[in-house]
C-alpha cells in the first residue's frame, strides 16, 4: 500500500510549494523509493491551455498531451517521477465528471453534492497514482481560506480518517514574514494559517516556514508551541539564489527523516544526493559567465517562461558556467529596434507564443541575430518568425507572414493544416505531447543529439508551408528536422551561421540540472565559445 504526503500552502500565494513539492520528491527518491507527484488545482478551468500568460504563466506540457500547471514542470525537472495528464487536476475537471456522470444516470437518482460526490472523485484521481509507487506526493494549490480548495482539502482529510493514520503526512507551507520597522521576523501568520486548517479537520505534523532571515531556536519553539508541531518539524525554507539547492537544505535538517518517520518507512543510512552536490557546486563556483537575450511577448512575467530560463541554467551547468539574462519585450525592439537591447549579449534566444503582438519586434531581433552571426534559439514562435523573416530579408518575399497574423497575406510561409482549419474549440486541440521527428546528418541538430531520430514535445497549431522549403533552401536555410513522413518541418538552421537553429518543437520541457537538453547545452557552449572570441 502506497503512503500519501500531501502539501498545503498558507499566508500567501507563490511561496513555492511546487520546488518544496519537487525537492521533497527528490529526497525521497534518494532513499530509494519510487514515487508519483500530483498538482491539485482548485480553479475551474479544465486545464490552463487557454489561460493568458500573464496571469497563470507557463503552460507544461506532458508527454502525453496534456496542457497543465507549470510545476509538473519542477516534478520532472527534480525527479524521475512519470509525469502524464493524470498527474494534474483541476476542479473544473472534477466538476466536469462527476457532471457527466449525473448526465449518463451513474448515481442513480441520487442528489449530487461536494461531500461525498465531488470528494469521493477527488480521492479516486489520487488513489489512482498509488498503484505502482511507495509513496505519492500531493500537491493543493491556492492558499488556505480560498473558497475553491475547500473540497480539495476536505478530500485529503477524508484519506487520512480512512487509511491508518501512519500511511499519510500533512506538510503545510507558510511564511513568516520579516518586519523591516520592527527588526523581527513575525510567526503570528503562520498561527492563523494553521489554525485555519485545524477548523477544517487537518493537523499538519510539518511546517514549512519560508523566511528571508534564519529562524532562531526561540522562534521554532514559539511555533511549535503554537501550531502543535514537533520543535524538530519546524523547518526553515530560508531564500537562496539556487533552487536546486532546496533538497539540500532540507536534507540538512532532516526533513526527509521526518517524513519517513510519520509514514513509517525506514530511512537509508547514505541518501543518494551525490548529483545535487554536484551540480550545486557547480553553481557556486563556477567563474565565467554567459549573458542570454529572451525576447519574448510575456516578459514581464517571469513564470510565463519558466521551463525556459530552468533549461538555460542546465545548459549552463552542462558548460561549467553561469548565465546572466537579459529580459528584453519583443514589443521594445519594436519601438526602438535590435541594437539597443541585443549589443551586449552573448546569445539569444526567442521562445513559444501566440497572437501578433511583438511580433515584428521578434522579426527584428531575429534579423540582427543573422546579420550579427549573434547565436540564437528559436522555438516554436521563434521557428515561426525565423522563416518569415528569411522569407522577407533574405528570399525577397517582402509580405510573407503566417495566416494566424495576416489570413489574406500572399506568401502564407507559415499556415494551417487542413485539420485545424475549421476548429471552434480551443481547449486541447492544438498539435500536442510527444511526436518522432528525423534529423538530417551534418547538421547542427545532429551534432547537439548525435541520433536520427528524437522524440520531443509539442504546442502549437500553425506550421511550415512546405510549398516554400526549395526556395528557402537555394538561399540558405537548412531543413534538419522532419516529421517521419516529411510532412511536417520540426527544425530549421541556417547555412552560414555560427550556430542559428530553430524547433517547431519545446525542447525545453525535457531538460533537467544534471541532464541538459543537448540544444540548450549546444546552445550555450556557442554562446560561451562568441564570448571567448570578443
Known amino acids: 500500500m502506497a503512503k500519501f504526503i500531501f502539501i498545503t500552502g498558507g499566508v500567501v500565494s507563490s511561496l513555492g510549494k ?28 479544465v486545464d490552463p491551455g487557454t489561460m493568458n500568460p500573464f496571469q497563470h504563466g507557463e503552460v507544461y506540457v506532458t508527454a502525453d498531451g496534456a496542457e497543465t500547471d507549470l510545476d509538473l514542470g519542477h516534478y520532472e525537472r527534480f525527479t524521475n517521477a512519470k509525469i502524464t495528464r493524470a498527474n494534474n487536476t483541476t476542479s473544473g475537471q472534477i466538476y466536469f465528471s462527476v457532471i457527466q456522470k449525473e448526465r449518463e444516470g451513474k448515481y442513480l437518482g441520487k442528489t449530487i453534492q461536494v461531500v461525498p460526490h465531488i470528494t469521493d472523485e477527488i480521492k479516486s484521481r489520487i488513489m489512482a497514482l498509488a498503484k505502482k509507487v511507495d509513496i505519492v506526493i500531493s ?29 499519510t503526512v500533512f506538510i503545510h507551507l507558510t511564511l513568516v514574514p520579516f518586519i523591516k520597522a520592527a527588526g523581527e521576523l513575525k510567526t503570528k501568520p503562520t498561527q492563523h494559517s494553521v489554525a485555519s486548517l485545524r477548523e477544517i479537520g487537518i493537523q499538519p505534523q510539518i511546517l514549512l516556514c519560508r523566511t528571508e532571515k534564519p529562524l532562531s531556536l526561540e522562534m521554532k519553539e514559539k511555533v511549535a508551541l503554537f501550531c502543535n508541531v514537533r520543535k524538530q518539524a ?83 551547468i552542462a558548460n561549467r558556467c553561469r548565465v ?40 527584428g531581433a531575429i534579423r540582427y541575430c543573422r546579420e550579427k552571426r549573434i547565436p540564437f534559439l528559436g522555438i516554436c514562435l521563434g521557428l515561426q518568425c525565423s522563416v518569415i523573416e528569411f522569407a522577407r530579408n533574405v528570399c525577397g518575399l517582402h509580405r510573407a507572414n503566417s495566416t494566424e497574423f495576416d489570413a489574406e497575406t500572399e506568401d502564407p510561409v507559415i499556415c494551417l493544416l487542413d485539420e485545424q482549419k475549421n476548429i471552434t474549440k480551443l481547449g486541447g486541440t492544438m498539435r500536442l505531447g510527444c511526436y518522432p521527428c528525423m534529423i538530417e546528418p551534418k547538421s547542427i541538430a545532429y551534432r547537439a543529439y548525435r541520433k536520427k531520430k528524437i522524440f520531443e514535445r509539442h504546442r502549437h497549431r500553425w506550421e511550415f508551408n512546405l510549398k516554400y522549403l526549395d526556395l528557402m533552401e537555394k538561399y540558405g536555410m537548412k531543413f ?19 550556430f542559428f537553429i530553430a524547433t517547431q518543437f519545446h525542447p525545453e520541457f525535457q531538460s533537467k540540472p544534471f541532464d541538459c537538453h543537448p540544444l540548450f547545452s549546444s546552445f550555450i557552449l556557442a554562446s560561451l565559445r562568441r564570448k571567448r572570441q570578443e
Open 18 to 45: 511546487g520546488i518544496a513539492s519537487a525537492s521533497i520528491g527528490a529526497l525521497m527518491e534518494s532513499h530509494g523509493y519510487r514515487i508519483s507527484m500530483m498538482k491539485l488545482d482548485p480553479y475551474i478551468n
Open 139 to 167: 500537491e493543493i494549490g491556492g492558499t488556505v481560506g480560498d473558497i475553491e480548495s475547500l473540497p480539495f482539502l476536505e478530500a485529503i482529510r477524508q484519506l487520512r480518517f480512512e487509511h491508518n493514520g501512519q500511511d
Open 234 to 316: 519546524v523547518i526553515e525554507a530560508i531564500d537562496t539564489s539556487f533552487i536546486y539547492e532546496i533538497p539540500l537544505i532540507y536534507h540538512r535538517q532532516n526533513l526527509d527523516r521526518i517524513i519517513l518517520e510519520n509514514i513509517n518507512l525506514p530511512c537509508h543510512p547514505h541518501p543518494d544526493l551525490e548529483k545535487w552536490y554536484s551540480i550545486v557546486n557547480i553553481l557556486h563556483t563556477a567563474e565565467e559567465k554567459v549573458k542570454i537575450g529572451v525576447v519574448g511577448k510575456y516578459i514581464k512575467l517571469q513564470d510565463s517562461y519558466k521551463s525556459i530560463y530552468e533549461a538555460l541554467v542546465h545548459g549552463a
Open 324 to 363: 546572466e539574462f537579459s529580459r528584453i519585450d519583443s514589443e521594445d525592439i519594436e519601438k526602438e529596434g535590435a541594437d539597443k537591447f541585443l549589443g551586449d549579449v552573448d546569445g539569444v534566444i526567442l521562445p513559444g507564443g501566440f497572437g501578433i503582438r511583438g511580433v515584428e519586434g521578434m522579426i
Open 480 to 498: 534538419s528536422g522532419f516529421s517521419p513522413d516529411r510532412k511536417l518541418v520540426e527544425i530549421i538552421e541556417l547555412k552560414n551561421h555560427p
